[in-house]
């Protein structure tokens, strides 16, 4: 049985989707962009802050599911320039043990929703 995941902590979906679905022990994340759930805004000021504001999308939708990061088992990143890959990573990596990290996939594609430069899924097992 699946259970429907949702929080005002992170941006509500902007399509037919949800935050997240737990099914069993496992967490299917919708891909997160850089939107500040406080105010709706896009935080595009760098890469940097945009993907800081993906990440902490991703950790209140983790939160929702009484996970961390430390639940996630696997991520996808899709961003919009691959000359951006090591500021991304780097700001990545601020939120995992590298020992420990998931598996994970970067993809450069050509757009994404809202033209951000970044969107990140995970999935996650308590």
Known sequence: MKKIITTGKAPAPIGPYNQAVLSGNTLYSSGQIAINPET???????????????????????AAAEMTFEN????????SDMHNFSKINAV?????NEATAPARET???????????VEISMIAIK
């Not at 594609?109 to 033209?115: E, I, Q, R, S, T």
């Open 72 to 79: 996630v088992v696997k991520t996808s990143i899709f961003i």
């Open 107 to 117: 993809v450069e594609v050509a757009n994404l929703p809202k033209f951000v430069n």
């Open 40 to 62: 709706g805004n896009l935080v595009l000021d760098s890469i940097e802050a945009e993907t800081k504001q993906v990440m902490k999308n991703m950790k209140e939708v983790l």
């Open 92 to 96: 990545y990596a601020e939120y995992f």
